[in-house]
Nanobody
Framework: QVQLVESGGGLVQAGGPLRLTCAASGVIVSTYGMGWFRQAPGKEREFVAAINWSGGNSKYADSLKGRFTISRDNTKNTAHLQMNSLKPDDTAVYYC?????????????????WGQGTQVTVSE
């Protein structure tokens, strides 16, 4: 059974950093694309970043380029999202997802497996 567990969320002041981790079990993620999405209260889930199986290709939401960095460590079955210069608008529940394949997947409908999410709250 595939399980994804996010960690690293919390409360941070505007301008500060956070690093999220997604730990996968029940699957060898080295043949899976992985991604991060977020959902703020009253809003739809939106794409944040995605990375291909090797870590050689990645994609970001246009509004987040330059502040967020996605990475992965296939030896540890994990993915990470480094978030810098956080803004109150970044407040949301952040979800990790994975799906079989070798591409970069930015559409939430392309993902088969999801974590439970981790709350990120950015204060003024």
């Amino acid at each position: 059974q595939v399980q994804l567990v996010e960690s690293g969320g919390g409360l941070v002041q505007a301008g500060g950093p956070l690093r999220l981790t997604c730990a996968a079990s029940g699957v060898i993620v080295s043949t899976y694309g992985m991604g991060w999405f977020r959902q703020a209260p009253g809003k739809e889930r939106e794409f944040v970043a995605a990375i291909n199986w090797s870590g050689g290709n990645s994609k970001y939401a246009d509004s987040l380029k330059g502040r967020f960095t996605i990475s992965r460590d296939n030896t540890k079955n994990t993915a990470h999202l480094q978030m810098n210069s956080l803004k109150p608008d970044d407040t949301a529940v952040y979800y990790c997802a994975c799906t079989p394949g070798f591409l970069v997947y930015s559409d939430y409908a392309q993902y088969n497996y999801w974590g439970q999410g981790t709350q990120v709250t950015v204060s003024e």
